[in-house]
């Protein structure tokens, strides 16, 4: 079966309509502390998010939740739909086909973290890089990458701007009248993929092609390089030719 996810933003009424509805067909709602991304699992039937796991593993990767709209919501995701429960409108994730046709050359990827929205977006936390962090990097460059030489500096230009993309894109396609940003990176030089799965940053884009970072390869197994689409449901023509 096609890999599909269905993700809802909810109050905690909503969660406890949602987690009634499991109990009652006899399935396990998850809760993922620490890890946002491996609810995406492919063999997780269904799980949610809370706000401290924002600040788990990847506190500093996901320090945009905190100034985000999303802030103090709890995500739900689950295999199938839930539209039935009146829980707002999914975000829905599937495997896709799509390939850019370009990806930016390295004075576009500085253009990119020039922008002026991103700019006023990022959070204080997002550069406060801890070496640990550097070597998981490298571990993960070095693996793939083995005739390369690391460059971390390189490679967190890339987090920013693939960030910016989505904040104020400058490659996208354009999809019967809308503006579609995609990832502007293989999964090696992408950073928190689920900011952009869970529509974090990007919610104002119908559409947009989502590359898992390593972190989404190695925690919720999603195969490295592959482009998602990333859909919200019922607002397909909404921000048509913006941007």
């Keep these: 079966m096609a890999y599909q996810k ?25 809760d993922e502390a620490r890890i946002p991304c ?29 100034e985000s709209e999303k802030a103090g919501k709890f995500l739900v ?46 959070p204080n936390a997002w550069e406060n890089i801890e070496p640990i962090e550097k070597d998981f990097y490298q571990t993960w460059f070095e693996r793939h990458r083995p005739n390369e030489p690391f460059d971390f500096e390189k490679i967190f230009m890339n987090h920013s701007a693939n960030h910016s993309n989505f904040l104020d894109p400058k490659f996208f396609i354009n999809l019967d009248g809308l503006i579609v940003p995609y990832s502007i990176a293989d999964s090696l030089h992408v950073c928190s993929a689920c900011l952009e799965f869970f529509n974090i940053l990007g919610s104002q ?35 048509k030719n913006k941007g």
């Design 38 to 66: 491996r609810v995406l699992r492919s063999t997780r039937e269904a799980g949610y998010l809370a706000s401290p796991a924002w600040y788990g593993l990847c506190k500093r990767r996901t320090s945009w939740y905190w």
């Design 205 to 239: 884009w119908p559409v947009k092609y989502v590359v898992p970072c390593i972190g989404a390869v190695l925690f919720a197994h999603l195969p490295m390089d592959q482009y998602f689409e990333v859909r919200n449901q019922k607002e397909e023509n909404v921000n």
């Design 77 to 122: 995701v689950s295999n199938t739909s839930l539209d039935h429960l009146d829980v707002g409108n999914p975000i829905i994730i599937t495997e896709s086909n799509f390939k850019p046709d370009r990806l930016p050359s390295p004075r576009e990827i500085t253009q990119l973290i020039k922008s002026e929205e991103y700019q006023q977006r990022k």
């Design 6 to 30: 269905f993700c809802y933003w909810v109050d905690s009424h909503g969660l406890s309509k949602v987690r009634k509805n499991f109990e009652e067909r006899g399935i396990q709602l998850t």
